[in-house]
């Protein structure tokens, strides 16, 4: 029994002084660590030397994790490349649409320029087809008779001549080209005023002038303009600009070339001259006014109040030829019916 409770009072002996001995050494190394820092430096080493195992455990989940941002990223860049090309295709689209208002806007302007500086009344059109026949030079355009256009009228863009209305119907009408080789249009040389004719050449971009006098002047440049013979264009419509002069040809003869001013392959805006017949009729309507006739007829039979006789002898002039109207009246009326 006594040497039970000496075995365990040895142990709880032995448990104490561990305990002490435990306590010391926690109290030495909390007074080691305050003054020269070593558990610091220890815990630094311990850390430096586990982080290789934290790296090497955790590279797989980085790898799975770095994968799916990847992946991640590469859709929505795809995704914004599809929205950017979208946006681009409708920014393109719209410039597009800008550019050809503009172009538009410009053609409609120098036209107004062009009806304004010729004093010309005109219908606004736009050219809705062109003819499909490679020899023939011909377009629609969206005009017809309900609008004022009429067969011969003149037809201009901003810049000259375009062609000529061939024929019409209630909504459109067809135009045929001055560079149709079937089409002669009446021009002169501005520089000299000498008249010829301009014949289409199956070429928007030439007109030829064959059958000149050989002592013609004319030279590259020139400008040449309707003459108004015809009575279907205006005169002075600017047609052309004279690019070459051929004098090889035969006999007294020689012959020119020039380029439309008109964009023959590229106008789409157009006018119709509507009003160049009226404006000539009114150059050579008469402004004879009867009123004043009358009155000057009225004032020569007061100046002569002092000739009895010689106005008492036009009243009996003046009554026969009544007389005679009557009876001629009278005759026509009892002829055979």
Excluded: C
């Excluded at 806007?105 to 490679?134: F, H, K, M, T």
């Excluded at 629609?140 to 609008?147: E, F, Q, T, Y």
Aim: aromatic share 4%; net charge negative; no cysteine.
């Amino acid at each position: 029994m006594n040497t039970e409770q000496d075995t365990l009072f040895q142990k709880g002996a032995g448990r104490t002084a561990r305990l002490l001995a435990y306590g010391l050494l926690a109290i030495m190394m909390m007074a080691a660590d305050h003054r020269g820092h070593y558990l610091s430096q220890f815990r630094n080493w311990g850390t430096h030397a586990l982080v290789p195992i934290y790296e090497t455990v955790g590279l797989p989940f980085t790898g799975l994790r770095h994968a799916g941002e990847y992946f991640q990223s590469q859709t929505d860049l795809h995704q914004q490349l599809q929205r950017l090309q979208q946006q681009n295709l409708e920014l393109r689209a719209q410039t597009l649409l800008v550019e050809k208002l503009r172009s538009d806007n410009q053609q409609l302007r120098e036209l107004l320029g062009a009806q304004q500086s010729q004093n010309l009344n005109v219908v606004y059109v736009e050219l809705v087809r062109i003819g499909l026949d490679p020899y023939s030079h011909r377009v629609v355009i969206n005009r017809g008779s309900r609008h004022g256009v009429r067969i011969g009228q003149a037809v201009m863009d901003a810049n000259g001549v375009f062609g000529q209305v061939e024929s019409v119907s209630a909504g459109g009408a067809e135009v045929i080209l001055i560079s149709d080789p079937n089409h002669a249009l009446p021009v002169q040389i501005n520089r000299t005023g000498m008249r010829t004719l301009a014949y289409g050449s199956g070429n928007p971009n030439r007109l030829v002038l064959p059958d000149l006098p050989l002592n013609t002047d004319i030279r590259p440049g020139d400008i040449i303009a309707t003459s108004g013979l015809g009575g279907h264009f205006h005169p002075g419509l600017p047609v052309a600009q004279v690019d070459e002069v051929d004098h090889s040809g035969q006999g007294d003869f020689i012959s020119a070339s020039a380029t439309p001013l008109a964009g023959l392959d590229r106008s789409a805006q157009l006018v119709v001259i509507t009003s160049q017949r009226d404006m000539d009729l009114s150059l050579e309507t008469p402004t004879t006014n009867p009123a004043s006739s009358n009155g000057s007829v009225a004032g020569s039979t007061g100046n002569t109040e002092n000739d009895t006789s010689q106005a008492a002898e036009n009243q009996a002039q003046t009554t026969e030829p009544s007389s005679e109207a009557n009876n001629a009246t009278e005759n026509t009326a009892g002829g055979p019916r």
